[in-house]
Structures are given as structure tokens and as C-alpha cells.
């Protein structure tokens, strides 16, 4: 089918080729066609789906500064990921994004990049969808390993990566980042932004009994 629709003048996207882990095909659209919409799609695709092999051929062509906003949306993708196999005969392996995560680290990307004060550390707190919660985690451990920051307030929320796991309710993260230095209490943020307010308010009873136990003991 996918031969019959290309021998009648279909044309490949590159999302449907990093998706689908066409590392031939990636080749040939590089050859092609070097604009930087195309690589940038087939990067943050191959990041997405796990294809290490795609991201690193894709990668060296995209030349923005490190700390440039654009380069959230790439780290976001190997946790947003997660879930999804994109019909691949195969699954795709928790080790390959990881893998794809670590690539762009290594490009030289600022762990710490934001949008609307938001890095990706606090979406790997808020991402749904996710079954198995140590998946989450090993996100979180390799992004505090590469210098991911637990002080940065996102700008709707102003709250801290610690507030973020408090809202959504993962306890795993929680005490992954209070074991990081993580303060359960945080003086300078708003009464309603606090880790504790969050765990309070969307009822999250276990972890707002944690948050208690730290402050004032058991």
C-alpha cells in the first residue's frame, strides 16, 4: 500500500517516517530536502517514538542556541511518548527514549530550557497516560542527574516541580524529589502554590499526610 500511494505521487511526512522508525526513508528526505521544518519535524518525531537512530541523523542540522525556547518542545517528547507504539509490530522499550532523552542532553540542550516558565521536568509531573509510574520516574532521575532544577516556578501555576507532582498526584515524584533536596516547605511561594496547598486541594490524602510527617513529624 505505502508503495502504491508513493508511486502515485504520495509524499512521505517525516513524523509518519521517524513514527514509524524508517531510518532508510529519514535518509532519503535529509538527502533531499535539508529545509528546517522538515528536519525539525523528523527530530522531535524520532525523540517522540524512540528511534535514536533518526534523532542523531536529524539533530546535528538544527543549529538554534542551546537555551532556546524551541528546544523544549524536543525534550518534552520521549515522556510524552510514553504509551503510544505507534503501531509498530514491536514495543517501543522505555531504554530507547530514554536513549532518545539522553541524545539531546548530549547535543547540548539546557536541561533547564522553559516555555511559559514550564521545563520538562515539570511535565514529566503532569504527563497523563503514563501506566507504569516508575516509568515517570526514571525520566525524572536522569533529568535531575543532568542539572534539571527543583526551584523553577512555571508562570500559570507558579509552582515548583514539587507543587506539580503534589497537584497531579504522583507520589513517586514526590518523594523522589524531597530525597533530591526538594524543601517541603517553600516560604516564597503563593499560600495557594505550595506543595502542600496543591496535595490538599485536589484531595490527595497520602501525599498531603507525607508533606505533614516531614514538616512536623510523624
Known amino acids: ?18 513514527q514509524s522508525h524508517d531510518v532508510a526513508g529519514a535518509r532519503q528526505m535529509l538527502t533531499k530536502d535539508a529545509e528546517e521544518h522538515m528536519v525539525e519535524e523528523l527530530a522531535w518525531a524520532a525523540a517522540e517514538a524512540g528511534c535514536s537512530e533518526i534523532l542523531q541523523l536529524a539533530l546535528p542540522r538544527l543549529d538554534w542556541p542551546r537555551a532556546h525556547s524551541r528546544w523544549h518542545w524536543f525534550l518534552i517528547q520521549p515522556v510524552r511518548g510514553l504509551g503510544d507504539n505507534f503501531g509498530l509490530p514491536e514495543p517501543i522499550t522505555l531504554e530507547q527514549r530514554l536513549r532518545c532523552l539522553e541524545i539531546l542532553l548530549n547535543h547540548g540542550i539546557d536541561v533547564n530550557v522553559a516555555r511559559r516558565g514550564e521545563t520538562v521536568l515539570h511535565f514529566t509531573a503532569a504527563r497523563g497516560g503514563i501506566e507504569h509510574e516508575e516509568e515517570r ?30 497537584r497531579w498526584g504522583r507520589k513517586e515524584l514526590v518523594e523522589l524529589f524531597i530525597k533530591r533536596g526538594a524543601p517541603v516547605d517553600e516560604p516564597d511561594a503563593e499560600p495557594w502554590a505550595t506543595p502542600l496547598a496543591w496535595a490538599r486541594k485536589m484531595k490527595h490524602a497520602e501525599i498531603e499526610r507525607h508533606l505533614q510527617s516531614l514538616r512536623f513529624g510523624p
Request: with cysteine.
Open 137 to 166: 520516574t526514571r525520566f525524572a532521575a536522569l533529568l535531575l542527574d543532568r542539572g534539571a532544577r527543583l526551584d523553577l516556578r512555571d508562570e500559570l501555576l507558579k509552582s515548583t516541580p514539587l507543587g506539580w507532582a503534589c
Open 1 to 18: 500500500m505505502k508503495r502504491l500511494l508513493l508511486g502515485h505521487g504520495a509524499k512521505l511526512q517525516p513524523h509518519i517516517v521517524a
